[in-house]
């Protein structure tokens, strides 16, 4: 039987507050355990949770951004279960009346294919502590550190067809909230976290088959060998007579296999109800509009710009603004003498090979942009040649100095004196007679020996335009 | 509406709270009449109500986003029945 796939993620992103989303205490990620956890994270008896507006203010970002209908009016709710890194027994999050709607967004596929992907809501909650199991005694060890840090929960509709969908739109989603500067993003601090909903149906039937939830993701590589074990082992069960069954899983990266959560099972009975300590949020006009003005450009909205601005192809655009780092850096390669075009291509290609080889991100790239615009000049300007500029750039990476006295300092400027290329030519031709006559007799194939020999002369440095031109007029006489 | 000793006892599982078995049939009667006095509510006609979250009618204040508090650890785990390295010490639950 054809099986199709049916997936919808729920996306936990710890929003980039300074503070808790109800207390003072800071949310620096990697502090001793417990330094930061206060008398209100910690639910002590008598303590009020107030409101952090930066949290606000980052859901309704989110919210703009992905077309959402924004809640004037949003009511917090306390979700009841017990759990020793949830010290008050509830978690205040939001249940009716989320602080943002429906909205939507579009993702593309690598074979070019685009897909509008359905956001059901996105609410504001608390996280909770974390709980380490090795070596105690036999005991927990509850770091509460992390307990009361804002997160958007961000859910998906059941949109999603296939796996790739889903890993291009949890793909989108953490270039949206990085692009908004609401979530650095990290996902092995657990900044971003993924949780996917999976079942199958047979092709053409449009009843949802029972679905599975896949807990602990937390790379985008594990999350696509995660789904693909689960939706082999649903197919496997539903194949082989049995059924599946609904509950949380959790992936093990080690054993690359997902297993049962069965703790959560008969606690998933959480009692919702508004939580007393907390009155209705209301998001006035100003407010909204203040967040509208904050807004950054999106990376939609750049793509197209870097296509109509700086008439780039569409993988061109696409690729430059996957994420922001990479699209600043180039238009600051641009604005220092890059040709848009070439830029793009050096960008892509021999930067981030580079750095890819080495390791670094963008943001430790030894070769500023700057650095980088001040070479593709001397491209454009006939100095020296795309080949040449590759050792230059070699040599700015290695902390030689910018392109001009790299140049300077190695005597690598093109050779652009048609004389003296002619010269060189003419001792060429006379070097290898055979070839000439095998030349001239039919084997174009030939030009590129003799260019070859031109370069080996000047070690790269000749015109290799000129060459071209003045090595076939002589060749024809 | 009307509960069953098996609705007691999950409500009594959820809410962490032993129950002497003797006094479940007491629980079952009393949270059945307090469920059937909310019956008797939605009887009436709320049509124009607008639902209500809170009893204040007001709007939650907020603050701003500034790091107020510094580290309470020590005065905070004074209380607490078991500690190490920092952490709390709890029964040990492990998924």
Known sequence: ?????????????????????????????????????????????GVLPVLNESAVDMALKFGIAVNAEIAPRSIFARKNYFYPDLPKGYQISQFELPIVGKGSIGIDLEDGTHKVIGITRAHLEEDAGKSLHEDFHGMSGIDLNRTGTPLLEIVSEPDMRSIREAVAYAR????????????????????????????????????????TELKNINSFRFMERAL??????????????????????????????????RSKEEANDYRYFPDPDLLPVEIGEERLQRARRGM???????????????????????????????????????????????AANWVTVELAGALNKAGLDLTQSPVSPKQLGGLLQRIADNTISGKIAKQVFEAIWNGEGDADAVIEAKGLKQITDSGQIEKIIDEVIAANPKQVEQFKAGKDKLLGFFVGQVMKQTQGKANPGQVNKILMAKLKD | M????????????????????????????????????VEQLEAANTDTIE?????????????????????????????APKTENGLYLVPKVIE
């Open chain 1, 172 to 211: 989108k989603i953490h270039q949206l909230v990085v692009y908004l500067g609401i979530c650095d993003g990290n996902m092995q601090e657990g900044s971003f976290r993924v949780d996917a909903n999976i079942s199958i149906r047979p092709f053409g039937q449009e009843a949802f088959g029972t679905r």
């Open chain 2, 51 to 79: 639902p209500m979250s809170h009893p204040l009618h007001m709007a939650q204040r907020m603050r701003s986003d500034e790091v107020t508090e510094g580290d309470c650890r020590e005065v905070n785990q004074a209380v």
């Open chain 1, 228 to 261: 693909n074990y689960e939706l082999e082992r649903q197919i496997d069960l539903i194949e082989g007579g049995d059924e599946v069954v609904q509950e949380t899983r959790l992936y093990d990266a080690d054993r690359d296999e997902t297993r049962s959560m």
């Open chain 1, 296 to 342: 950054p450009e999106l990376p939609d909205q750049k793509r197209q710009r870097f296509e109509s601005e700086y008439r780039l192809s569409a993988a061109d655009a696409l690729t430059l603004t996957l994420s922001r780092a990479m699209a600043d850096y180039y238009e600051e390669v641009v604005a220092s003498g890059g040709d848009a075009k070439t």
């Open chain 2, 2 to 37: 009307s509960l069953d000793k098996s609705d007691v006892e999950k409500i009594a599982h959820l809410a962490r709270m032993a129950l002497d078995e003797s006094h479940i049939d007491a629980y079952v009667e009393d949270l059945s009449n307090i469920l059937d006095l």
């Open chain 1, 1 to 45: 039987m054809q099986w199709e796939t049916v997936i919808g993620l729920e996306i936990h992103t710890q929003l980039a507050t300074r503070s808790k989303i109800f207390s003072g205490a800071s949310t620096a990620y990697g502090a001793d355990p417990n330094t930061q956890a206060c008398i209100i994270d910690l639910g002590f008896p």
